[in-house]
């Protein structure tokens, strides 16, 4: 499927390029400084020049903290920015992919959240994302999956800040253990969005590995493969006031993707082996 990849050089952008290339399929990835999301006259000349069959959105403003003090900023990236990206699709008939966020949820609940659950953000990233989501929707057909808490090649995430304390060669860690989500390696959501599009799947649908943990278990289980030594202490998340409040639970149900692509969602410990393969890093897994 000819692709047009916004946000190409983040994180899930490199991922998803990566895929689609292994797939055989043209994909043509666009940073920002070639594509501005919030400029509609460059989309339209990316689409109608590339003329691609999907279009898929992975840009985004993502740093959660900042976005409370730049809420313009992330509005008109994460929100407004989307109807362009949708406006562009449609010049040329393409379907649209938009990649959100479990951040759209409260995290009060105790049990998975579906696609139906009602949405209630808590930070300005998620209610930007959240106004997104609205904005893609409109578009007939097209599909929005939210993912959660990303870890993989090509960027800054949990993962890759644990091993960097690892190397620092601190005595121990201190992680949060009152925060519950689950970590989704980019290469199996590559995969996943891919297969998606390829069924034919519109509307929202739920993406995340399997099983759910605390931050500070996915810290520990880092440290088990390539540190066993290192104490991960538990600490509460209010030892670490930060400026965005963070969804104590924030399970995505994943049970309409499942069905969609006929099998099991991957799990993360097997996204954790190849990114320690990936990274020269000894695991023992
Ligand atoms: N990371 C997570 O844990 C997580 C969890 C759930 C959902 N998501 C969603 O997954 C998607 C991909 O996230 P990611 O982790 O891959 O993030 P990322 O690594 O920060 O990638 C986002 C990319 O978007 C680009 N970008 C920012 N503003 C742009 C603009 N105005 N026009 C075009 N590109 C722009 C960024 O470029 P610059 O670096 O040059 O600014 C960056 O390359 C996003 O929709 C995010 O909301 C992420």
Same mark, same amino acid.
């Given at each position: 499927? @000819?692709?047009?990849?916004?946000?190409?050089?983040?994180?899930?952008?490199?991922?998803?390029?990566?895929?689609?290339?292994?797939?055989?399929?043209?994909?043509?990835?666009?940073?920002?400084?070639?594509?501005?999301?919030?400029?509609?006259?460059?989309?339209?000349?990316?689409?109608?020049?590339?003329?691609?069959?999907?279009?898929?959105?992975?840009?985004?403003?993502?740093?959660?903290?900042?976005?409370?003090?730049?809420?313009?900023?992330?509005?008109?990236?994460?929100?407004?920015? &989307?109807?362009? &990206?949708?406006?562009?699709? @449609? @010049?040329?008939?393409?379907?649209?992919?938009?990649?959100? /966020?479990?951040?759209?949820?409260?995290?009060?609940?105790?049990?998975?959240? !579906?696609?139906?659950?009602?949405?209630? $953000?808590?930070?300005?990233?998620?209610?930007?994302?959240?106004?997104?989501? %609205?904005?893609?929707? %409109?578009?007939?057909?097209? *599909?929005? &999956?939210?993912?959660?808490?990303?870890?993989?090649?090509?960027?800054?995430?949990?993962?890759? !800040?644990?091993?960097?304390?690892?190397?620092?060669?601190?005595?121990?860690?201190?992680?949060?253990?009152?925060?519950?989500?689950?970590?989704?390696? /980019?290469?199996?959501?590559?995969?996943?969005?891919?297969?998606?599009?390829? +069924?034919?799947?519109?509307?929202?649908?739920?993406?995340?590995?399997?099983?759910?943990?605390?931050?500070?278990?996915?810290?520990?289980?880092?440290?088990?493969?390539? %540190?066993?030594?290192?104490? &991960?202490? $538990? +600490?509460? /998340?209010?030892?670490? $006031?930060? $400026?965005?409040? #963070?969804?104590?639970?924030?399970?995505?149900?994943?049970?309409?993707?499942?069905? *969609?692509?006929?099998?099991?969602?991957? #799990?993360?410990?097997?996204?954790?082996?190849?990114?320690? !393969?990936?990274?020269?890093?000894? /695991?023992?897994?």
């Amino acid at each position: 499927m @000819r692709s047009l990849i916004l946000g190409g050089e983040g994180m899930l952008g490199r991922a998803l390029v990566e895929e689609a290339r292994r797939r055989g399929f043209a994909a043509l990835a666009l940073s920002r400084s070639v594509a501005d999301i919030t400029d509609p006259d460059c989309l339209s000349h990316w689409v109608e020049s590339w003329r691609p069959a999907l279009v898929v959105n992975c840009a985004a403003y993502t740093q959660v903290d900042a976005c409370e003090e730049k809420r313009d900023h992330a509005f008109a990236v994460n929100g407004a920015a &989307v109807a362009h &990206v949708a406006a562009a699709a @449609r @010049r040329v008939d393409a379907r649209l992919l938009q990649v959100s /966020t479990d951040y759209v949820f409260d995290g009060t609940a105790s049990e998975p959240y !579906t696609e139906e659950a009602a949405t209630a $953000p808590i930070s300005v990233y998620g209610e930007s994302k959240l106004a997104g989501e %609205a904005l893609a929707l %409109a578009y007939e057909g097209a *599909l929005v &999956v939210r993912a959660s808490w990303l870890f993989g090649p090509g960027g800054p995430n949990f993962a890759a !800040t644990i091993l960097r304390l690892i190397d620092r060669g601190d005595a121990q860690l201190r992680v949060v253990d009152d925060q519950v989500g689950s970590p989704t390696y /980019t290469p199996f959501l590559a995969a996943a969005l891919l297969d998606l599009a390829a +069924v034919g799947a519109t509307g929202l649908v739920h993406y995340r590995n399997r099983e759910p943990v605390s931050w500070h278990g996915f810290a520990s289980e880092i440290a088990r493969r390539v %540190a066993p030594q290192l104490e &991960v202490a $538990p +600490v509460a /998340t209010s030892e670490f $006031p930060r $400026p965005a409040p #963070r969804p104590a639970f924030s399970v995505l149900d994943v049970g309409r993707c499942e069905r *969609l692509l006929g099998r099991p969602v991957a #799990r993360w410990r097997d996204g954790l082996d190849d990114y320690l !393969t990936r990274l020269d890093r000894s /695991t023992d897994g």
